[in-house]
């Protein structure tokens, strides 16, 4: 994971969504335990508190469970409200902006259907 | 919770003022940046903080004490500057064994490890060492005393970028080791901003903000784009700094109050949305009475 200093976003957002990715990929499972506030500051050298508040936000966004005094958690259905937060808001934004783009550059729903079925094809299964 | 308090704090000399009726406080257990331009008045408020120069006026507390003459702030301090003053036939051993002998909660091993990654001799006087060289050993001593407060005052002065690096890895390693309320102040918030939690920003010997790194790091929003355009919609804000970046291009900085619907027209209107980190902040909000150094050389101006 390399922090993005100069995004608009802010670092505990992108230590919340960096985690979110990892358990979406299925390196992070159920009841498996995340890194530490401690481990995070460590390895992204940064302020505790800062990781501390992206662990926070997982912690509101129900993607882990606090075990006191043994630490975070995945929930059950992280990867699910993952999902489907991300479908509804990330990539409807990038869809957007996808768009609008298209219709600058007046390509039709079809061409940029083509285009999108191309790109998946090349990538195969990622 | 407040470990440092200063109320109406002042400081005078005999023709200036340099702390200026200060009211603020230091969080007990955290990373506090403290800056300020040349002259603001940071160092005469770390000196009061450890007890090393005595006010002229208001309040000052640490750990519930006036520092000045007490034993309390001085055995549970440490102030690292540049003048930090060793006897001049001691050598790094001896510096070290000083220190242990002051500072209940030093870890020599510490001490010695990083005196060797930075390698240096222990044989050699610190007096003769180069300015980089005579930080980097400052700064060692400074978190090997492991004090409840420390204070750095510009540690880095004179270390080249990777001895700095390395300074602000072994200060963040070192602070979760041994929680601690820290200070450091410094010029450089860019390289220091992620180790720090909460920024103390001075100007004129008056506190400006106080304020925790990630709000810093959202309060403003730099914009690039179309004068005219731009002009429309930054009129609504409080524009923190203007400057033309070409042919009717400008940027402006403004306070980050932008809803989505402003935004979204901003993009439209192919107006480029940045961050604008906390030093440039830091910068912007303390130069606005004296405007930038392009108003220096705008000549125009002054006919």
Redesign the interface.
Known sequence: MILNHESMKPIYIQIAEWLETEIIKGNLDVDDKIYSQYQLADLLNINPATAGKGLTKLLDDGIVYKKRGLGMFVTENAREHILLRRKNETLKVMIEDLVKEANYLQVSNEELLRMIEATRNKRGSD | MGVITSRQLIKSYRSSIAVNQLTVQFNEG??TGLIGRNGAGKTTLLKMIAGLVKKSGGELSVFGDDPFNSLKVSANSIFVNDQMPFPVEYRVRDVLKEFERFYPNWENDLAERLTRHFSIDFDAQPINFSKGKRSTFNAIVGLAAHAPLTIFDEPTTGMDYSARQDF??AL??DY?DYPRTIIVSSHLLNELE????DIVLIHDGQLYFHE???SL??FA?GLTGDSSELSSVTSKYEVLHKKDVGLNQQYVVIENQLDEKVEEYLKKMGVQ???VSPADVCVYVTNRENGGIDDVFNRSKHV
């Open positions: 955290v990373i602000y890895r963040l390693k979760m992620n180790v720090l939690e925790t790194v990630t790091k959202e929003v949305i940045t961050p």
